[in-house]
């Protein structure tokens, strides 16, 4: 990195800039029309005034502290499109939309969309005249973006921090990034052809990652590091031709660099996808960030195809924030909207049924049916959610202003729900316990296991390490790794396809957010011998405390089923000790070894590199680790910014890495 | 037949060419005062706990430490080091994997010092012939005819060499390093696929008059290459888990020096592990 980027990096990582921010106390109202919504978002640019960072080139940061009322939004927005052409031909697109329609209701919308535009011009204004004593560059810039569209990089750059920035001041929470190597890829080959180099665009990509960093503590989600700004790479287009190009690489780059939570890198790769960008991957993972996430297209693609989504839309799939697979520009989908709880699921069949089953088949085909019930009530439920309007993210979603309908109302292509499926691994492995030690055993009596859950294991010891000795998932076990894909079975047949009342469909996925610990906690003690209100796995992993025979057998245990019907996402996370890749041979080993879980089928890899010792450390010396990042569930935060419940979960899953 | 195992490591890193497993077999020869294997020296299975994740809670000390005390710890942190295991389970074991370990890679047996249970070992390396790639990580101390066995049976060796000097190789290995080096040749010239390693211990392996012996055995032998191990300051984590202390008989916080320069001379590769 050049010294001006070290500076400012530095800077970013002091956090002194924070202390600039005015506090402005909060009470903007979450108004549910768009007029009334473009009346609020007013109050909130006013409350704005520019502030340019040290050596900022790009500006619009955060000006007050406040945070804005939340609003849905777990998407890839169209950048490229509004950043291509500017807002002044989106007016003008607006208004042809309006000339052609006297719905009083699409009227209204069309009003609220030019009302948002304009008030963003207004504070552009602002920042002009600001740019124009301190920052020349930026002047100039501002004279094109954002009423026309970009042409240089450094344009594209300016504009995509404006975008964002004026996303987040309507409270969207969750914004992505989506395929910036691809959409920004036509900006950096003009300033190729003219004669910018590689290191010139670097350097413009690092001020442009830091920047979207400086505010990333106003906009989190469960916790802080949860704010949705994942970035995907690379990925092959319908050809089988590989997408990840120059500017793949410096992204890379920027990030291996810079070692900063934002954005979340996203690497789609494939069966042909070459050593060396594994290997280069490989560094960005022994940073120890927690990415890149792997996402596996020879899986995703067709899985999405599979539920419908056209093959264009499919080969040009991203991340939402975590790990849900969404398309971008056209898809309004709701990918986190609602959780299968598997180990809850699990103990209930059990307590309600164990007594008359004659054998675990009788067993297992309850909690299959259990399964099927359990989609139903969650779509019943979900099928009624109602999402406010929101007008100016619309503008950036394909569709939504020719038809002047809101991205929520239809206007896109996608309204899909997603529902994520929690503790898989407990729920499978509570089943298999049960088939050795109750019917194949006969070690301990259904009466026996079901007192014993009752009691929390309490007077039980013996019951629960039996139970925790049976095969667990990760383990490479066919007993086991069957009962886990009956279950996920169960589940895609039972909620794929189904109508969701919203001009969409359901998806289910293999992903947990935070339930692992929320649903954990409301889950009484299960037959895998987890205690009552512990944790579950984190996503698709083996449960806690599980020691498995190792990496391998834990890749071949999860990616045994068929995971094209179940691409909601949800990622197999892995924990590697960091001296692994102290040098190049543990890195290439590694590259193999992700490679290998990419071939054998495996559909999402989230790999960390980690130390327990320092964890342990940071914990008593937080002071000592001011900038110690880490990936929790399907973001990275930084440590100390973590409820201790975090942390510990983290710690808990590195009890068996030696 | 069975023999007995203390560890079985899937993506074992430095172990051998590729994704490899390791067999780690119980029992060791010597006893090098650097040893990060404490728990492979011994012959039998011992009742070992692990330090992370302890409540404190007593149960295994009430218990005295026996097999029962494995069921009686909460957090399940006892087992037993050093399971009594067939060939026939291990090969399946092992097999379980080939898909990914034949992509270049395979398995490797470790130890304690796997030659030091020739039968079970040569028995699986027999049963997997032509099915996994097989390496053995020896220290070389076994008598000449079982080396010649060792090495019909395997495809990879990974050879370790520590101290040239007969006197200091006893001094902290506890043998004589005569057969050892009477091995080394007989590999040298056995036309077997190998890679000679040298842990470096400071002040003890690393001096410039060790390396260059090394250095210069290796040249005769027309060796190319050499993989260093530097002393790991975590060595003496794994003796509180078999309930003994480590007390190295050298300095462990002073500095290591690979003198690289010592192999590359004679146009010998260093590569530092």
């Avoid at chain 1, 834990?554 to 000790?577: A, C, R, W």
Wanted: glycine share 8%.
């Amino acid at each position: 990195m050049t010294e001006r980027i070290a500076r400012i990096l530095d800077y970013l990582n002091q956090r002194e800039y924070r202390k600039l921010r005015q506090e402005k106390p909060e009470g903007f109202v979450r108004a549910t029309c768009v007029k009334e919504q473009v009346k609020v978002f007013k109050e909130i640019v006013d409350s704005e005034k520019p502030l340019l960072f040290l050596e900022d080139t790009l500006g619009f940061n955060r000006y007050t502290g406040c945070v804005m009322p939340q609003a849905e939004g777990n998407l890839t927005p169209n950048y490229a499109r509004v950043i291509q052409k500017g807002f002044d031909a989106i007016v003008e697109e607006i208004k042809v939309s309006m000339q052609k329609t006297e719905d009083p209701e699409k009227l209204a919308y069309g009003q609220g969309m030019l009302g948002y535009i304009e008030l963003c011009l207004n504070l552009v204004e602002k920042y002009q005249e600001l740019a124009k004593q301190e920052c020349p560059k930026l002047y100039e810039a501002l004279l094109k973006v954002p009423h026309k569209g970009a042409e240089t990089f450094y344009e594209a750059c300016v504009f995509m921090k404006m975008c964002i920035y004026f996303l987040r001041l309507c409270g969207v929470t969750h914004l992505t990034l989506g395929r910036f190597d691809q959409y920004m890829y036509p900006f950096y080959q003009r300033d190729k052809a003219a004669g910018k180099s590689d290191e010139e665009i670097l350097e413009l990509i690092e001020e442009f990652f830091i920047s979207i960093n400086y505010d990333s503590d106003l906009y989190h989600g469960v916790q802080q590091g949860d704010n949705g700004q994942s970035m995907v790479l690379g990925g092959f287009d319908k050809d089988g031709s590989s997408m990840y190009n120059a500017l793949s690489k410096l992204c890379m780059q920027a990030s291996l660099e810079l070692s900063v939570i934002d954005p979340k890198i996203n690497l789609r790769v494939g069966k042909n996808t070459p050593d060396e960008v594994y290997e280069y991957a490989t560094l960005l993972t022994k940073q120890g960030l927690g990415f890149p996430q792997y996402c596996n297209d020879d899986v995703v693609v067709p899985g999405l195809i599979k539920l419908g989504y056209a093959p264009e839309d499919a080969f040009d799939y991203t991340v939402a924030a975590c790990w849900e697979y969404i398309v971008p520009n056209c898809g309004a989908d709701y990918p986190n909207i609602t959780t299968m709880d598997f180990p809850h699921l699990v103990y209930d069949v059990m307590k309600e049924n164990l007594l008359d089953c004659d054998s675990f088949e009788e067993l297992m085909a309850l909690t299959e049916a259990a399964i099927g019930k359990e989609c139903d009530r969650l779509t019943e439920e979900y099928n009624h959610t109602q999402v406010l309007p929101q007008a100016f993210l619309s503008i950036f979603m394909d569709g939504c202003i020719e038809s002047l309908t809101d991205l929520w109302a239809g206007g896109t292509k996608y309204n899909n729900f997603g529902c994520h499926g929690a503790g898989i691994a407990n729920g499978a492995d509570a089943l298999a316990a049960v088939k050795k030690i109750v019917f194949e055993d006969k070690a301990v009596t259904k009466e026996e296991l079901l007192s014993a859950l009752d009691a929390d294991f309490e007077g039980y010891a013996k019951v629960r390490n039996l139970l925790k000795s049976c095969p667990k998932m990760g383990n490479n076990e066919d007993e086991v790794d069957d009962i886990a894909a009956k279950m996920m079975d169960a589940f895609q047949k039972g909620i794929n396809h189904r109508d969701n009342q919203h001009g969409g469909i359901w998806r289910a996925g293999t992903g947990s957010a935070m339930e692992y610990l929320w649903k954990g906690e409301q889950c009484p003690a299960t037959a895998d011998g987890r205690g009552a209100g512990e944790p579950y796995s984190s996503s698709f992993s083996p449960s806690l405390d599980v020691k498995t025979d190792g990496l391998l057998s834990v890749i071949q245990s999860f990616t045994k089923y068929d995971m094209t019907h179940i691409i909601n996402g949800g990622p197999l996370t892995i924990e590697i000790h960091d001296t692994v890749l102290r040098n190049e041979m543990g890195v290439k080993k590694t590259a193999q070894l992700v490679k290998q879980f990419i071939l054998l089928g495996g559909h999402q890899l989230q790999l960390n590199a980690i130390n327990r010792d320092r964890l342990l450390d940071a914990q008593d010396h937080p002071e000592k680790y001011p900038n110690l990042i880490v990936r929790v569930w399907g973001w990275s935060g930084y440590f100390n910014e973590l409820d201790v419940a975090y942390q510990n979960h983290i710690i808990r899953r590195l009890e068996y890495l030696v | 037949m069975q023999g007995i195992v203390f560890s079985v490591e899937e993506f074992s890193v430095y172990d051998g060419p590729g994704i490899r497993t390791t067999v780690f077999l119980k029992g060791c020869p010597l006893r090098c005062s650097w040893c990060h294997n404490p728990e492979g020296q011994s012959y039998l299975p011992e009742i070992v706990k692990s330090p992370n994740g302890c409540i404190g809670c007593g149960a295994c000390i009430r218990t005295g430490f026996t097999r029962e005390s494995i069921g009686a710890c909460p957090k399940n942190l006892l087992r037993i080091c050093g399971e009594r295991i067939t060939s026939d389970d291990l090969v399946k074991k092992l097999l379980k994997n080939r898909n990914i370990l034949n992509n270049g890679g395979g398995v490797t047996f470790s130890g304690g010092e796997p030659l030091t249970q020739p039968e079970f070992l040569f028995d699986c390396l027999s049963k997997l012939e032509g099915r996994l790639h097989r390496a053995i990580q020896t220290c070389g101390y076994c008598e000449e005819e079982l080396f010649q066995e060792a090495l019909k049976h395997t495809d990879y060796v990974l050879y370790d060499l520590k101290l040239m000097d007969d006197a200091l190789h006893q001094k902290y290995t506890g043998v004589s390093n005569q057969k050892i080096l009477c091995n080394f040749g007989l590999l040298a010239k056995s036309g077997t696929d190998f890679v000679t390693r040298i842990p470096l211990i400071p002040g003890v392996t690393d001096t410039e008059e060790n390396l260059g012996a090394i250095a210069q055995l290796l040249k005769e032998y027309k060796v190319s290459a050499v993989e260093v191990l530097p002393y790991n300051k975590m060595a003496g984590g794994k003796y509180a888990m078999v309930g003994r202390s480590y007390t190295p008989a050298f300095d462990e916080t002073a500095e290591i020096t690979p003198r690289q320069e010592l192999f590359e001379r004679f146009g010998i590769q260093v590569r530092i592990l």
